[in-house]
Nanobody, 127 residues
Framework: QVRLVESGGGLVQTGASLRLSCAAS????????MGWFRRAPGKEREHVAS????????YVVHRVRDRFVISRNNANNTLILQMNGLRPEDTAVYYC????????????????????WGQGTQVTVSS
């Protein structure tokens, strides 16, 4: 069992930065790929970024690739999403997730591939 807890959300103005953290506890994350998703009001949950199980491979969706960075530290079981240049359209609840990886190179992009989810952290960007 893996427990994920997100933190770092908040209310910011356009152009600000936020650093979201996801702390994992329970069994170790070895063999688990991780990712960030978000759900904006009235919209479907969407994938934002992924990391393979040791953090040396990452993927960020095109629409935020120039502003968001995902990183992972397995030594302290933490997943980070650094968000810069925030825009009102980034307003959403952000979720971290962990899923079993078939190989060290695996990057999971679909929510169906993830087994564990955090409770989410709200990010609100005012114009």
């Amino acid at each position: 069992q893996v427990r994920l807890v997100e933190s770092g959300g908040g209310l910011v103005q356009t152009g600000a930065s936020l650093r979201l953290s996801c702390a994992a506890s329970g069994r170790g994350l070895s063999g688990y790929a991780m990712g960030w998703f978000r759900r904006a009001p009235g919209k479907e949950r969407e994938h934002v970024a992924s990391s393979n199980w040791n953090g040396d491979l990452t993927y960020v969706v095109h629409r935020v690739r120039d502003r968001f960075v995902i990183s992972r530290n397995n030594a302290n079981n933490t997943l980070i999403l650094q968000m810069n240049g925030l825009r009102p359209e980034d307003t959403a609840v952000y979720y971290c997730a962990a899923g079993p990886a078939s190989s060290i190179h695996s990057l999971l992009r679909s929510s169906h591939e993830y087994e564990y989810w955090g409770q989410g952290t709200q990010v609100t960007v005012s114009s």
